[in-house]
């Protein structure tokens, strides 16, 4: 091996690493200068779908209150169903109510007819029988009452 001078080994070490020391730095500016454009393109992109989701979050907000009327509707809805249902069963039984008078009246004229028809039957032999007790005196009672087996003609 020979030994050749410094300024001939760093000469052309210079001359062979040079061109590749620029290319590199080329590429390097060019990685530094297209990364910030990246960047923002990503930002932008990240913006946009922000935006996006932003807008579809207030859509859903809105279509939440619309739903959220329509069940508060639907359940006064039935509410106001299931009330209706309750006051005509009321009204059904406040009809049998009313109808249970009704009857009870009718059968009492027919009841007070025969009653009557009966009484007017019965009546001249009340009259027969308080005409024939007015004779009786009050001691011949006395009498009869102390009897402990009175004759057959007194008995009943």
Not at 63 to 79: D, G, I, P, S
Not at 129 to 155: C, D, F, H, W, Y
Request: proline share 4%.
């Amino acid at each position: 091996m020979s030994i050749q001078s410094p300024q001939v080994l760093y000469g052309h070490y210079f001359i062979n690493v040079f061109p590749h020391s620029i290319h590199h730095y080329i590429r390097l500016f060019n990685e530094k200068c297209d990364e910030p454009g990246e960047q923002q393109r990503h930002l932008h992109v990240g913006l946009a779908k922000l935006r996006d989701t932003v807008i579809q979050v207030e859509q859903l907000c809105q279509t939440l209150t619309l739903k959220r009327a329509q069940l508060e509707a639907n359940e006064k809805l039935k509410r106001m169903v299931a009330e209706q249902q309750e006051v005509e069963c009321w009204k059904a039984a406040s009809i049998e109510i009313q109808e249970a008078p009704r009857e009870q009246d009718k059968y009492v004229a027919i009841r007070r007819k025969t009653v009557m028809a009966e009484l007017a039957g019965a009546e001249p032999a009340v009259i027969d029988a308080q005409a024939a007790v007015k004779g009786i005196k009050k001691t011949r009672l006395s009498e009869v009452r102390t009897m402990a087996n009175p004759p057959e003609a007194v008995k009943l």
